[in-house]
């Protein structure tokens, strides 16, 4: 079962100071997991304010149905569809602050029975959303060797045995189904016979077939490219990622040089920290952060996490 607040949410104090909480306000919990990061968000909303939380887990939607406050509205949903929600409630362009902590909560990891972590002998589902889609044991079940390949390769940086590890993976399931978290284990097992220093030999795999399964890259790259339209002037967007493949879309995806930067006034041009241009509105970057010591040392799982702070902006024509 999942409850409330039982994840350990990353940064809380940090969530809060660069939030920026305005009285009557427009927030955003894209990721709402068990509650954490709205819980305290809502400690500090005004009366009128309000918190609008999605998830894509049903489970993680039935405790948001906990909270029983005024200012507070739930969706099962992704957040790649937040414009279109705003949209629909003439509310696009009026929202203060957005926080979205990517990854998967600790409810998903040690209740969801949903293959997420090697340290269960579980179905290998991995759907956040397991009301749309297929499980990851029907997709390895279907998949060509070059497709599992593909995967491991770019979702996991995974290359030295990931095509032999493809190869067993598609003619074992010509025969059998490899079903559960444990039989994929053995097969990674069986090529990787020398232990990484740093992390379970299996990691990587597990992280790549989860981020394929829920389309993990694509929804943070439609987030960004919607966030301008989404937020109100000066309105913030924090971000929390957790592995470098999120990260590093975070790190580009509003950097100038990627943009045809023509219709910018000079005295921009020279400022990195960049941009999105629609109508002369863009997003700068305030600050990037990681946990502190003492964080990580509470919660060791905190240790990878990374927090980027946005904020909208107009461009002054001078
Ligand atoms: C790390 S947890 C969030 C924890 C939360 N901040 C807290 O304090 O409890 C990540 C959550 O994001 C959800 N999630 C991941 N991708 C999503 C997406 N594209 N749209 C909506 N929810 C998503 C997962 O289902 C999971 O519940």
Avoid: C
């Avoid at 290998?124 to 079940?141: E, H, Q, S, V, Y």
């Avoid at 829920?214 to 919607?226: A, C, H, Q, R, T």
């Amino acid at each position: 079962m999942y409850t409330l607040n039982s994840h350990n949410s990353i940064m809380k104090n940090e969530v809060i100071k660069y939030l920026n909480i305005i009285n009557n306000g427009i927030y955003i919990d894209g990721t709402f997991g068990s509650g954490g990061h709205s819980l305290i968000i809502l400690e500090k909303l005004s009366t009128n304010s309000k918190l609008f939380v999605f998830d894509k887990d049903i489970n993680s939607i039935n405790i948001a149905k906990l909270i029983k406050d005024s200012r507070f509205f739930y969706k099962h949903s992704s957040f790649t569809e937040i414009k279109n929600f705003l949209n629909k409630k003439k509310l696009l362009g009026k929202v203060n602050g957005i926080i979205i902590d990517l990854g998967i909560s600790k409810d998903q990891i040690f209740n969801s029975k949903r293959g997420f972590t090697f340290l269960k002998n579980e179905i290998l589902d991995m759907r956040m959303d397991n009301t749309i889609g297929i499980p990851a044991f029907l997709w390895l079940k279907k998949a060509s060797i070059k497709d599992i390949n593909k995967v491991f390769n770019k979702f996991g940086e995974e290359y030295k045995y990931s095509k032999q590890i493809s190869e067993y993976i598609y003619n074992y399931n010509k025969h059998n189904t490899i079903k559960y978290t444990f039989e994929l284990i053995k097969i990674i097992n069986l090529f990787h016979k020398k232990k990484y220093k740093r992390i379970n030999n299996v990691t990587k795999y597990f992280q790549a077939i989860r981020i394929f399964i829920n389309n993990e890259l694509y929804n943070i790259k439609k987030l960004l490219s919607d966030i301008v339209d989404i937020l109100d002037i000066n309105g913030r967007l924090i971000i929390i990622s957790f592995n470098s493949l999120e990260t590093k879309i975070i790190k580009n995806f509003f950097n100038i040089k990627n943009y045809n930067i023509n219709n910018i006034p000079l005295h921009y041009k020279d400022k990195r920290n960049f941009i999105n241009i629609k109508n002369n509105l863009y997003m700068k970057k305030i600050i990037k952060l990681k946990p502190n010591k003492e964080e990580i040392i509470k919660n060791k799982s905190s240790r990878s996490a990374i927090m980027t702070i946005f904020e909208k902006k107009m461009i002054l024509l001078k």
